[in-house]
T-cell receptor
Framework: RKEVEQDPGPFNVPEGATVAFNCTYS??????FFWYRQDCRKEPKLLMS???SGNEDGRFTAQLNRASQYISLLIRDSKLSDSATYLC?????????????FGTGTRLTIIP | DAGVIQSPRHEVTEMGQEVTLRCKPI?????LFWYRQTMMRGLELLIY????????DSGMPEDRFSAKMPNASFSTLKIQPSEPRDSAVYFC?????????????????FGPGTRLTVL
């Protein structure tokens, strides 16, 4: 089983729609969770951290379910500029907490 | 801040040749990570350093790969001899981790990557 699993997509979504991604992780000791965004032929960049109580940043909402070991990202009122690959990321937990494990990403395309 | 700097941005070489990738982390960051990204396997951690000391090299594929960090502002990843299956984008990232703090303390900042093609 992969440490971090994501649906690779692609998700093709009309502009203005709401889209949600899920990801599951296997390491129950993981303490930090993130969503990174990677544009085509660019480096990954932090989109947002994921807090236990869930958190929102503008049109983006992240949720964490520790019991089921899954993380979600919701994008509302999607824009053309949201087209990218979204990477679910968890840290190592315990010793090696600074290590991050990346999912293979979910590709999103917003259609005009 | 200039961000993480990598060179070269593109490298095309022939099988059997030595390849050296270079990275300059963000000043003040004490962690440096080398990743490899392919379509099939995604982003894989190869090795990481803390205060110039290698901490975990379990992701290095084989003895053909080696990495060094002679000082806080410079690291190299060397492949010798290179093979076509090494073709990938290699990213360097840096961070500073305070431990026990909010998750943002774990943010890694990536360089633009080196796109390696081995013919």
């Amino acid at each position: 089983r992969k440490e971090v699993e994501q649906d690779p997509g692609p998700f093709n979504v009309p502009e203005g729609a709401t889209v949600a991604f899920n990801c599951t992780y296997s390491n129950s000791a993981s303490q930090s969770f993130f969503w990174y965004r990677q544009d085509c032929r660019k480096e990954p960049k932090l989109l947002m951290s994921v807090y236990s109580s869930g958190n929102e940043d503008g049109r983006f909402t992240a949720q964490l379910n520790r019991a089921s070991q899954y993380i979600s990202l919701l994008i509302r009122d999607s824009k053309l500029s949201d087209s990218a690959t979204y990477l679910c990321v968890v840290n190592g937990g315990g010793f090696g907490n600074e290590k991050l494990t990346f999912g293979t990403g979910t590709r999103l395309t917003i259609i005009p | 801040d200039a961000g993480v700097i990598q060179s070269p941005r593109h490298e095309v070489t022939e099988m059997g040749q030595e390849v050296t990738l270079r990275c300059k982390p963000i000043s003040g960051h004490d962690y440096l990570f080398w990743y490899r990204q392919t379509m099939m396997r995604g982003l894989e951690l190869l090795i990481y350093f803390n205060n110039n000391v290698p901490i975990d090299d379990s992701g290095m594929p084989e003895d053909r790969f080696s990495a060094k960090m002679p000082n806080a502002s410079f690291s190299t990843l060397k492949i010798q001899p290179s093979e076509p299956r090494d073709s990938a984008v290699y990213f360097c990232a840096s961070s500073t981790y305070l431990g026990g703090g909010p998750p943002q303390d774990n943010e890694q900042f990536f360089g633009p990557g080196t796109r390696l093609t081995v013919l």
